[in-house]
């Protein structure tokens, strides 16, 4: 509780500072436009934000493969409440721990829960490094984002790191001998640094846990169709986040300045850069990003505006319902 509230605060003022900078020369242009703005386009935006959400839901669902274990609702919810814990923690890292505890509440093993979160989490860093791939290829072909050098060695760098987190996470679910050396290694350390009591017995519970990690783990390696599956729900839900700012711009009654694989170029960008930012929800980095990406397209109060809404579609509506649906959840299991 401590880590969120402080976790808060810091998103809080980042906010605010980019509410001031974005804001504080044109705030009467800004509000002139969105009070003129078309909202059907808008929801079109939300709907395909909680599209993204459902996609990304339903991959856990048959994953999990047991109606009895858990429904496509609970799975939906589920990933609802990893949006705000994904959102208040650095680097996005609060919501897998909090999905493998919510499974295991619906009956599952820890072992099989945690291995089910992470081949869902291979199957986004795939559907990640493929979209973005794609995204570069089409900007060498048709250069339409200029970017200067500090932002290429962002997006070389975000994009090797995200390639890397899928190889790294492959070979801990294809291979035991490396994840046995990995794990062992880090008993040593904490052996050495006296934070581990009976090492010994450590390693032998470890090795149980293993045994039934890299159990469930070959089931997904003789599971071929789950692995595409898989990936195309991500991509598709990529889809679906990255066309967003697309119809925010529609809002604004222009439908010139912006195309559809301009969009999703941008934003993939936008995304990849974003991933390595040390910030509860990226924050800063992830609308300078946005702001330069798109500034290839859009500008002024106008650039203003859709990066407001787009931030608050992607992130903070996802935490506000996500903070929400976890209030409830915890109600319900105090009963």
């Not at 929801?43 to 459902?54: K, R, S």
């Not at 439908?255 to 509860?280: C, E, K, N, Q, R």
């Not at 500034?295 to 992607?314: A, D, E, K, P, Y």
Request: some cysteine; charged content about 15%; aromatic content about 14%.
């Amino acid at each position: 509780m401590k880590n969120i509230k402080r976790n808060t605060i810091i998103i809080f003022v980042i906010t605010l500072v980019v509410l001031y900078f974005s804001l504080k020369d044109q705030l009467n242009q800004v509000i002139d436009l969105l009070l003129k703005a078309d909202f059907k386009f808008i929801l079109i935006a939300i709907f395909l934000f909680f599209l993204y959400i459902f996609l990304r839901a339903w991959v856990t669902y048959i994953s999990v493969g047991d109606k009895r274990k858990i429904s496509l609702r609970e799975a939906v919810r589920h990933n609802i409440i990893t949006q705000f814990f994904n959102g208040i923690t650095p680097f996005s890292t609060g919501g897998q721990p909090m999905e493998i505890y919510m499974l295991h509440e619906h009956g599952i093993r820890s072992t099989r829960a945690t291995n089910i979160i992470m081949q869902n989490f291979i199957f986004y860093q795939v559907a990640l490094v493929l979209f973005g791939l794609g995204a570069v290829i089409y900007n060498q072909v048709t250069g339409v984002l200029s970017c200067n050098q500090f932002l290429k060695g962002l997006i070389a760098f975000g994009f090797i790191v995200n390639a890397g987190v899928a190889l790294f996470l492959f070979l801990i679910a294809a291979s035991k001998k490396f994840t046995k050396t990995i794990v062992f290694t880090v008993l040593k350390i904490g052996s050495k640094l006296h934070l581990l009591k009976d090492i010994e017995k450590q390693k032998l519970k470890w090795e149980e846990r293993l045994n039934d990690f890299h159990g469930y783990t070959k089931e997904l390696k003789e599971n071929k169709s789950l692995f595409c599956l898989g990936v195309m729900a991500n991509l598709l839900s990529l889809f679906c986040f990255y066309a967003i700012p697309l119809f925010i711009v529609y809002s604004l009654h222009d439908f010139t300045s912006l195309h559809l694989l301009d969009t999703l170029t941008a934003s993939a960008y936008v995304l990849i850069m974003g991933a390595f930012i040390p910030i509860p929800g990226a924050s800063g980095g992830i609308e300078y990003g946005f702001a330069a990406f798109f500034g290839n397209f859009i500008q002024g109060s106008q650039m203003s505006l859709v990066l407001l809404i787009w931030r608050f579609i992607t992130y903070y509506l996802g935490m506000i319902v996500g903070a929400i649906c976890f209030n409830l959840h915890q109600g319900r299991s105090k009963k």
